[in-house]
């Protein structure tokens, strides 16, 4: 049995890490631990979650568990890898510190210097269906943020191909409020956001925008510029990508058809839609699921990408990403 | 015209006060006050409300008034009344502070001493339709709580005619979040909101369960017993209290409803239902109607009693205690 | 494996069942039946399940299954049960068509003659925790309807123990949408619930109240009187009775708790919650759990019950039959 | 006073013109009408509405008003049209008749041949803020769609103004669940609907695409194509359109921004949001409001153009509209 630590418990995402993991056939949760929270338990803060007791992040017996999963805020993340990392742990990082190559880059957009930029080189991106070849064995995995792993997942087969693009590429996305966490402020009162629907840090102001466009780079030689619109849905989970990418000449949609089915025939968690189906949040809540539709008007392809911004955007690709590290079977705990 | 202030603008019952007063074709608003916003606008608070200038509560000018609303916590409510009626401002205050007639029973329930017990005997209790005599000329108007509102208007026909009930009274009552204010805390995070349903301080543990006794034992000599039950609504507004009152023997249920028609007839913002309906929120949003419906079963009556808890809750029936107060027509600003 | 056929699988029942039945590690599912989209897939009617073929009632293979799950509106049920049982099938009921026991009182409540009045006798009342020792290899079983088994599971164990009640119970229910079936009715239209809050059928105008009183006849021999309201909420899933019962005398809440402690303890699928909690549906939607909290405030316990109407009062519930009718562990597949 | 009839009044747009219209200083309605529901009141239907008798369309008294509203289906809204002109009404028509000027678009879109296309040269596009001067003494007035008005409000500065466009403009579009009209439906149904999202009929598949198209050819000789992605939100009411305009070159936002104020500075109800400000359903909805942000990025102009679908997007401006052909304050009975 793979031994499971969880940092950052209290979360959306610990919770659905500890959910997910708790019915997985080869791990077992060691122990949840929390900042805020140590001493209660899990169900003292999640009323139907299991009675695990919390400990303090600075309690944790690394030497007792095979991987940390951290869903911690970032910078407190980087330093947590560090120490589970030198007492020989596996670390799958669900917060943003490994996520960017560059420590310049990320000090830009966190307004932070990077807390362990000699791990930056090792980390594998762990987009699990693009990086898979990566993953046996990496001691470091940054998990995709929700928002990229719903716009890469979309984009990957079409650039990777190389079909001529003209700029940009514009991906219009729309997040349900789990995204933005589980601390209370204005935006989350339910007051504001029932009956409501927001654009937010729209264009090039998302932290998740470079993230996006490193994958991209790393695609394709001349990278598309991207534009990202963020939008909050009074929903509590779930994010559609609504993507538009418009070719320099005439393509034919069955042609573009082939290089999706090309890349994802045979994944368990990517499902390609039926040619007039778009995706929509209700194909994949609760599912470790992307689903992508693909609509060609002119020369425009629409591809729309939804996936659980918890499941498959955080704790189940992370559950994933574990699998395929330690060599189990990928969809175990996961269907 | 009216001069009013407002303080405490800036949480949702102050909203809502500023949108009534601005389309009163009798009063005006001579400012808007919030502790903590002073130096913004409204509009800065609210993208969709005006951009009046928020002032600090200690800098209002109290002599440019005629009338202030206080949209205060109890305790500051209490302190700001005090000096307004010193400057000889009426005062429509929406807190709980003035409520409770005795200051022993305001300090058990609130945890704290009354800051003004001296001016407690001379409030006048806002719940229009039934002390509308006392309103005129009034200095200080304690306007009603919500849960009270809708709890009360459905049984003072009922109580006050003096028929034999079996003890107790139970109000299973349901609002929606805006009830319980605009600051941010876990329990009004729209995840744990949505998709959700809850008791909360049920029995004898809510604050406002002696508001409505105290009202109780105005009207009947030997008071049943109220067990009062709120439950936290995934709707932004809105409260529907369903409420059972069993009597000792048999009554008819045209001889029940006679007594409703015999209260509300007339009555501009009270309707009491057809036979064989019951209320629903969908029948007073946005409106300062309060709906009541009447179900006899047996020896049981079954009311429902909806309003929405800002506006024939909070700030409509303080508008029209206002309008009362004054002179004005009582449905000025309120249709 | 025990081979199980659902007819009526394009309702959320149905569809539920499908999601339980195919996690299941000792059931296979051999067909799902409808009859109104017979021909498709249940993907084509459900985006999200599986692309199993939709077969007409009247094809379906009865020699190749064990066990008929009926998720068919009431008549049409009972006469595919009738069908059924003559080849030899298992049926387990999700209908209302055996749940009472006397035929004349179900053609009183569904305006319809019994069409198989001869299998009322034979058939088992599904409340698994209630009538367990009767289920283990019963050829029909019919499963109780989600408001009966929120209030039942509350009350059972109140009303074995002989406890002097002051008539009527009351049960003020409060049911998510997905309750009132698939079919498109004005009164599901998103537009008419969202934001809204309605009684509706209240006192003793339900099909679920003659159920509910003939389980407590069974239990008590004078039976308390029973209320019940039932509400829509405007959530998809879930039900919260906040139930009202007042006794004779002075009773003891520890005493009371007992009662419960004693008739739930080990339970699988039912939680007492601790002291000072009540039920909310966080606690159990997408689960097979009911949870239940015990407040006393003077001779008056409040109940809360909260149940996922889909699961535990009716596909869960199902399931957890099928399991204990098989011999299975109870909790196969549920967990 | 204006005298107003309306026809089709117990759908959405017709309850909200009611509300509107009986407010209205300088009108009255005269009747209500509807084919289904004759013989009711509006109440019935609506229980918050007033208690107006409904008559058939057939029985309708063309002289007794001044002006007929049809809220009514399309082909059906013409057939009414052409008997309220011939019995010298003016009409504003809120279905789609009226508003292609090509019968054979019209066919092709609507799949019927116009039923009166003698009368599309007459009537005039009720964009108010675009074509205010048309409408004085106008007898027949094409109500906008809900979506164009978000969309071309938002791009009329821009488009007017003549600056080079990098083709496709892109209108990413998000309604709530009003705008697909009264009638039940599987995809209103609030459990398909509620915690959930999706695109439906993107690209160029929708029928207010047309409308748009022959607007943006008015207004552009050389006219960009676009791109229209309908998407259904979780709320009652509401659009907004987030839409991307790539320029051919660098473009200054102070400069784009000069085109908005230009254009609608002084407006009543077109807010331009100061900078870094993106629009939001809240700051729109029960208004007759249309809140537009400007953000630039690179060469790509991101707007979002919010409104309520019910008023701004029908009701609402059928009143404005009707304000100035009648030559009333154009803000009357919408504030």
């Known amino acids: ?15 659905e890490l500890v959910k997910l993991l708790r019915r997985h056939p080869a791990a077992d949760i060691a122990f949840v631990a929390s900042q805020s929270q140590a001493g209660k ?16 992040g600075a309690d944790a017996p690394l030497d007792a568990i095979d991987v940390a999963f951290l869903c911690l805020p970032h910078a407190a993340a980087a ?3 560090t120490v589970a990392l030198a007492a020989g742990t596996r670390v799958i990082d669900l917060s943003a510190d490994f996520r960017l190559r560059d420590a310049a880059t990320y000090a830009h957009w966190y307004a932070h210097d990077h807390p ?7 980390a594998v991106y762990g987009l699990t269906e693009v990086y898979r070849a990566e993953l046996p064995g990496a ?16 984009l990957w087969p079409l650039l990777r191909a190389g079909l001529p693009i003209a700029e ?3 991906a219009d996305s729309k997040s349900g409020v789990s995204g933005a966490g589980r601390t209370p402020t204005q935006t989350s009162h339910f007051v504001e956001v029932a009956d409501n629907f927001s654009a937010y840090k729209i264009g090039r102001a ?3 925008l470079p993230e996006m466009e490193q994958a991209i780079a790393q695609w394709r030689a001349a990278a598309p510029a991207l534009i990202f619109s963020p939008h909050l849905l009074p929903v509590p989970r779930g994010i559609l990508s609504t993507i538009y990418v418009t070719f320099e000449k005439d393509v034919a949609e069955a042609d573009l058809r082939d290089l999706y089915t ?5 994944e368990p968690f990517v499902s390609v839609l039926p040619r007039g189906q778009t995706a929509a949040l209700a194909h994949v809540t609760h599912t470790n699921r992307c689903a992508i539709g693909l609509t060609l008007t002119g020369r425009t392809l629409i591809l729309t990408s939804a996936i659980d911004n918890l499941i498959k955007g955080a704790a189940g690709q992370a559950v994933q990403n574990m699998n395929v590290v330690f060599g189990c079977d990928e969809t175990a705990g996961l269907e």
């Open 139 to 154: 001691r470091l995995v940054a998990n995709p943020g929700c928002y990229p792993t719903s716009v890469l997942l979309a």
């Open 168 to 170: 940009p590429i514009i």
């Open 262 to 266: 090309a890349a994802y025939d045979g």
């Open 79 to 81: 330093e947590t890898a």
């Open 1 to 15: 049995m793979i031994k499971a630590g969880i940092f950052g418990a209290t979360g959306y995402t610990g919770l």
């Open 206 to 208: 998302h932290r998740h």
């Open 41 to 56: 338990t899990l169900r003292d803060v999640f009323p139907a979650a299991p009675a695990l007791p919390l400990i303090a």
């Open 116 to 122: 362990a930029p000699h791990l930056l080189a090792e």
